[in-house]
Structures are given as structure tokens and as C-alpha cells.
């Protein structure tokens, strides 16, 4: 498709489950960026990654959140032994990888830990 | 700085009153920004942008403003409609050793018919 492709959309799972999101950027943007988003919050920076370059892992809550990309394409953020304060919309961005260009979003993924 | 979960503050406007919504960044160096609105159940997408060397910029019922002096933005919105209301968020580009995009904590608008 034509723009940035997230899934699953929606994900429930077990507290104590690892879950993997993935992201599918638009082709040929060498920028992607994770954000977490808790219900009625602003957007909180995860990770994000540039061409080959090492990713900027600053935002990352704890060591049992982690992120991959291959590449330039797809990512994957993988949360270890969810925590019910996990639960958020995880959305993922890509741009072209000059700062002065606007970033793309996908529909982001919601999240439930029960 | 970084946008780290705050409560979003809301502005209420009547239909066909404008609207405006202010954001203040923190880096005096930065020569682009972009404004996003996010609806409900989807992610943000690009509303307007503006590079330093501009104070003022419209589009179409949405005018943003560039005050470098006290590093602030607005964005102006006329004759605000129901399908306005949305989160806005402002975003500047770091120039760190990473060149990432920073979003502001966010706006939420509601418009009442």
C-alpha cells in the first residue's frame, strides 16, 4: 500500500505475554519512529531508527521493550512479559530521513493487557 | 523537550469561531516545524508546515504562526467545524546526534455545535 501499515490493530493479551508489533513503512523512507500513546495522552517516543546508522533507543521504558528494523523496511517492536501499564496504542512513523520532512503514521496498534 | 504522557489540555471553541491552538518549542536552532492533527482511533496526520525564515503561513482555513523571539508556533483555525475536533500537536526536528522529529504534548479540540 501507499502508506505506513501497522499490525495487528488491535491485540489483547495475557499479562506476562510477549508480544511482537510490526510496522510496514512507506518505500524508501529512511526514517521510522515508534510512539507509545496512553488514552488520552500526548505521543511518547520509543525508538527511532535512520538508514543504517545505530537506532536512538533513548525513549524506551524498560530493557523489556525492544525494537528491529531490516534495513530500510519493516520494524518490529517486541514488549517482554507485558504489564497492564503497557496497554497504550504503539504507532508507528516513517519519513524520508531528511529532518525537514513530515513524518507518516500508521493507524497504530492498540494494546490490552488483561 | 520530549513529550513524555502528559494529560492533554483542551480547548473548547463554538462552531464557526476560530480557533487557536499554541504550542512553544525549546530549541532557538530549529528552522522547520509541522503541525498534526490526530482523530479519534487515528494516527496524526500533516496539517501545515513552516521553516524559520517565514513568521506566517496559510493554508486552507489554517494559518500558522512562527514567533522566534519567545520560540513559539500557533495555529490559527477559521470558522471551526465539527470535523476539527482532533488533537493537534506541534513537532520540530532535533538536530542532536540523531536528526529525530520532537512532538509537543498536544492539544485537544473540541468543537461545540
Known amino acids: 500500500g501507499a502508506g505506513v501499515s501497522q499490525s495487528p490493530s488491535n491485540k489483547v493479551t495475557e499479562k506476562g505475554k510477549d508480544v511482537e508489533l510490526r510496522c510496514d513503512p512507506i518505500?524508501?523512507?529512511?526514517?521510522l519512529y515508534w510512539y507509545r500513546q496512553r488514552l488520552g495522552q500526548g505521543l511518547e517516543f520509543l525508538i527511532y531508527?535512520?538508514?543504517?546508522?545505530?537506532?536512538?533507543k533513548s525513549g524506551l521504558p524498560s530493557d523489556r521493550f525492544s525494537a528491529e528494523r531490516t534495513g530500510e523496511s519493516v520494524s518490529t517492536l517486541t514488549i517482554q512479559r507485558t504489564q497492564q501499564e503497557d496497554s497504550a496504542v504503539y504507532l508507528c512513523?516513517?519519513?524520508?530521513?531528511?529532518?525537514?520532512?513530515?513524518?507518516?503514521f500508521g493507524q497504530g496498534t492498540r494494546l490490552t493487557v488483561v | 523537550g520530549e513529550s513524555v504522557g502528559l494529560h492533554l489540555p483542551t480547548l473548547s471553541v463554538q462552531e464557526g469561531d476560530n480557533s487557536i491552538i499554541n504550542c512553544a518549542y525549546s530549541?532557538?536552532?530549529?528552522?522547520?516545524f509541522i503541525w498534526y492533527k490526530q482523530e479519534s482511533g487515528k494516527g496524526p496526520q500533516f496539517i501545515i508546515d513552516?521553516?524559520?525564515?517565514?513568521d506566517k503561513r496559510q493554508g486552507q482555513r489554517v494559518t500558522v504562526l512562527l514567533n522566534k523571539t519567545v520560540k513559539h508556533l500557533s495555529l490559527q483555525i477559521a470558522a471551526t467545524q465539527p470535523g476539527d475536533s482532533a488533537v493537534y500537536f506541534c513537532?520540530?526536528?532535533?538536530?542532536?546526534?540523531?536528526?529525530?522529529?520532537?512532538f509537543g504534548p498536544g492539544t485537544s479540540l473540541s468543537v461545540i455545535p
Open positions: 530549541n532557538s536552532a530549529s528552522d522547520y
Open positions: 531508527f535512520q538508514g543504517n546508522s545505530a537506532p536512538d
Open positions: 512513523a516513517s519519513s524520508l530521513g531528511n529532518m525537514n520532512t513530515e513524518a507518516f
Open positions: 518505500s524508501g523512507h529512511t526514517a
Open positions: 513537532a520540530e526536528p532535533v538536530k542532536t546526534s540523531y536528526d529525530k522529529v520532537i
Open positions: 513552516i521553516r524559520s525564515n517565514m
